[in-house]
């Protein structure tokens, strides 16, 4: 058993990109002093990463392995050394003021501190009727079938104790893409495999009410019949893999515990200053 640092807590926010460059120089300055941030970038064309350096030149990068906003988190998660992970999006839609109660949750006892829209102190400045009544149809799925309390599966700002990345057991990074599609995980699916599989571990969730914002600037992809399909197939599918789970003995995996002691740092990039310095050394 890990004894989690209650009385001061490290934090590395991690933070996917792709193609955020107007986003990420109105948000980066307004992120808290923490251990680290790191940006996981997606192969972005719009010179996102050198945005990000210019606002934060401490920030640390990491490229993803293949495709998919999963990936990048997995990426991330591996490579961060603080204490607890903040999933942060770039696009404005998340609002750095709440890192706090998110932190605040997790040295009070929680776990896996759980965004939610719905919960006291939430809301959101561009849900429609249509998707607040799906997402509510979806909780109601996903919490008979995990015994979970959910107000609001959809939702990706949360934060947790980096002991938990192991739970996940998000697809390795080393494994190649198939040639058609994603690997399970890798995509957009991961915001509700990671709830299914904390709930699945019956970590202890707190919700924490948080204010939805507009993304600033860019267009938004999402589609709300087909993506709400996405997030029903991905509770059926992680409600039978949990099943399949009990059924198997529980093993300690060693390369969980020696990536928890020994971070990825081989993931980041070198910096501007020091690759420079390379360079004239
Ligand atoms: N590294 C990486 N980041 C990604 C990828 N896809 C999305 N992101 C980032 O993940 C975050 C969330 O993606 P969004 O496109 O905002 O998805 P959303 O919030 O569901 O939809 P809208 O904000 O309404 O467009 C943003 O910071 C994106 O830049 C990807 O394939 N790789
Ligand atoms: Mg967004």
Same mark, same amino acid.
């Given at each position: 058993?890990?004894?989690? &640092?209650?009385?001061?807590?490290?934090?590395?926010?991690?933070?996917?990109?792709? &193609?955020?460059?107007?986003?990420?120089?109105?948000?980066?300055?307004?992120?808290?002093?923490?251990?680290?941030?790191?940006?996981?970038?997606?192969?972005?064309?719009?010179?996102?990463?050198?945005?990000?350096?210019?606002?934060?030149?401490?920030?640390?990068?990491?490229?993803?392995?293949?495709?998919?906003?999963? &990936?990048?988190?997995?990426?991330?998660?591996?490579?961060?050394?603080? =204490?607890?992970?903040?999933?942060?999006?770039?696009?404005?839609?998340? =609002?750095?003021?709440?890192?706090?109660?998110?932190? #605040?949750?997790?040295?009070?006892?929680? #776990?896996?501190?759980?965004?939610?829209?719905?919960?006291?102190?939430?809301?959101?400045?561009?849900?429609?009727?249509?998707?607040?009544?799906?997402?509510?149809?979806?909780?109601?799925?996903?919490?008979?079938?995990?015994?979970?309390?959910?107000? =609001?599966?959809?939702?990706?700002?949360?934060?947790?104790?980096?002991?938990?990345?192991?739970?996940?057991?998000?697809?390795?990074?080393?494994?190649?893409?198939?040639?058609?599609?994603?690997?399970?995980?890798?995509?957009?699916?991961?915001?509700?495999?990671?709830?299914?599989?904390?709930?699945?571990?019956?970590?202890?969730?707190?919700?924490?009410?948080?204010?939805?914002?507009?993304?600033?600037?860019?267009?938004? &992809?999402?589609?709300?019949?087909? =993506?709400?399909?996405?997030?029903?197939?991905?509770?059926?599918?992680?409600?039978?893999?949990?099943?399949?789970?009990?059924?198997?003995?529980?093993?300690?995996?060693?390369?969980?515990?020696?990536?928890?002691?020994?971070?990825?740092?081989?993931?980041?990039?070198?910096?501007?200053?020091?690759?420079?310095?390379?360079?004239?050394?």
């Amino acid at each position: 058993m890990i004894r989690r &640092n209650t009385a001061a807590p490290t934090i590395s926010i991690v933070v996917p990109v792709k &193609n955020e460059a107007a986003n990420l120089r109105e948000v980066l300055p307004q992120l808290p002093d923490v251990h680290e941030v790191i940006l996981v970038d997606g192969n972005s064309v719009d010179g996102s990463v050198e945005a990000a350096r210019e606002v934060l030149p401490e920030i640390l990068v990491v490229r993803q392995t293949r495709k998919g906003k999963g &990936n990048a988190l997995a990426a991330g998660f591996l490579a961060a050394s603080g =204490d607890i992970i903040v999933m942060f999006d770039a696009d404005g839609s998340a =609002d750095p003021a709440e890192i706090p109660a998110f932190v #605040d949750a997790l040295v009070a006892g929680a #776990d896996f501190a759980k965004g939610s829209r719905f919960a006291l102190g939430g809301g959101s400045e561009d849900i429609t009727r249509l998707r607040t009544a799906g997402n509510h149809g979806l909780n109601l799925v996903a919490n008979t079938a995990f015994r979970t309390r959910f107000s =609001d599966l959809c939702y990706g700002y949360n934060a947790f104790w980096r002991d938990l990345v192991p739970v996940l057991d998000l697809p390795a990074l080393d494994l190649p893409a198939p040639e058609s599609g994603m690997l399970w995980g890798d995509g957009f699916e991961i915001e509700t495999v990671i709830n299914c599989r904390m709930a699945a571990a019956q970590v202890a969730i707190t919700e924490v009410g948080s204010v939805e914002l507009s993304r600033i600037h860019g267009e938004s &992809n999402l589609r709300t019949f087909s =993506d709400g399909f996405r997030v029903l197939r991905t509770i059926m599918a992680e409600f039978r893999r949990a099943r399949a789970a009990r059924r198997r003995p529980a093993v300690t995996n060693l390369s969980d515990l020696r990536n928890y002691l020994h971070p990825r740092t081989d993931l980041i990039e070198a910096g501007r200053d020091q690759s420079l310095a390379e360079q004239t050394a």
